[in-house]
């Protein structure tokens, strides 16, 4: 496990934070399945992920793209292919694992779904990464049911029980959040939701988004539930290419493309150590610092960059200064 990251640190270890602002498309190429092109996925969860290696290339490519110079690039990547055996690089990029994915409401137009497994996952995240914070667990529920902030949701609405009041008598109400054509109970969880699980997320997340836009649209499901939403509920976009002359479809130019909807939020443990070249030998840290200051607040990950897929607004968990 990594220290937190202070100047005289030869390794270091960061969370990076990426909040899409559009579709994201980190493929694994032609299918079989009824997407042709579908997302990254992992094997045992099936929640969708953007791999280390795709991840690592998009952060080069943006640091070229921005002037870093070469010698630095170097340093972090490591060398091209051709000369791959000079030295390694000194960066060590994970996968970008889901934390909250964006879904129709019926009321408050989207919610951002999360589960406790999600949770755990980024919890130990930041532990691997030896920063502070802590992600708390949610406390048990049904599986009708869904954890909001109470009182500042957007989501949930009063609704009459049917069959549960007696005659001449005030119908009881409840408290549901419709979900695409799914409907769930608000089990009531005041202290977590309001308290302790927003503000605790926002920080573990780099305030990418604002703790009062958190408290609006957050909401907790089981994890079967939520596997269930983010394996069918992702954007499936069909694209055709025309005959420049007849303007009509090119024969087999008609295909779907899978997206990681707009608002969905990842993050990915990333790792440095001091350089391994000879020549010289910035720490961990230094390096990492460079990469966050050259990089900036935006990123373009996966294919279709002229379509706008894959802007991403970034944040960086303990890597202050």
């Known amino acids: 496990m990594f220290e937190k990251i202070s100047p005289r640190s030869s390794k270091a270890a960061a969370l990076l934070i990426l909040h899409a602002h559009s579709g994201i498309h980190a493929g694994t190429g032609q299918e079989l399945g009824t997407v042709d092109l579908p997302i990254q996925r992992e094997r045992v969860t099936n929640f969708p992920v953007i791999r280390g290696s795709s991840l690592k ?22 060398p091209e292919s051709n000369n791959a055996s000079d030295h390694a690089g000194a960066i060590v990029v994970g996968d970008a694992r889901l934390v909250l994915f964006p879904m129709r409401s019926l009321r408050g137009t989207f919610a951002w779904t999360t589960c406790p497994l999600a949770l755990s996952r980024l919890q130990r995240d930041l532990k691997d990464a030896g920063l502070p914070g802590e992600i708390p667990s949610p406390p048990k529920f049904t599986n009708d049911q869904i954890l909001v902030a109470n009182g500042e949701n957007e989501l949930a609405f009063e609704t009459n029980r049917a069959g549960t009041s007696t005659p001449g008598m005030a119908q009881p109400k409840t408290e549901m959040v419709v979900l ?23 920080k573990g997340l780099g305030d990418v988004i604002a703790l009062d836009e958190l408290k609006k649209r957050l909401a907790v499901l089981k994890d079967d539930l939520f596997t269930n939403f983010v394996s069918f509920c992702t954007e499936v976009v069909t694209r055709v290419h025309l005959d420049d002359m007849t303007k009509t479809v090119k024969k087999g130019q008609l295909w779907t493309e899978e997206l990681l909807p707009a608002e969905t939020v990842l993050a990915a443990v990333v790792m440095c150590s001091g350089s391994r070249r000879l020549e010289n030998n910035p720490s961990g840290v230094e390096l990492l610092r460079q990469l966050k200051q050259t990089l900036g607040s935006v990123l373009q990950i996966g294919g279709k960059e002229t379509v706008g897929y894959g802007l991403c607004r970034v944040a960086w968990v303990g890597l202050d200064g």
């Open 180 to 202: 695409e054509e799914y409907g769930f109970k608000v089990a009531i969880q005041p202290k977590y939701m309001l308290e302790e699980l927003p503000s605790k997320l926002a």
């Open 57 to 78: 290339g998009a952060l080069r490519q943006a640091l070229f793209d921005r002037g870093m110079d070469s010698n630095t690039i170097t340093t972090i990547f490591g």
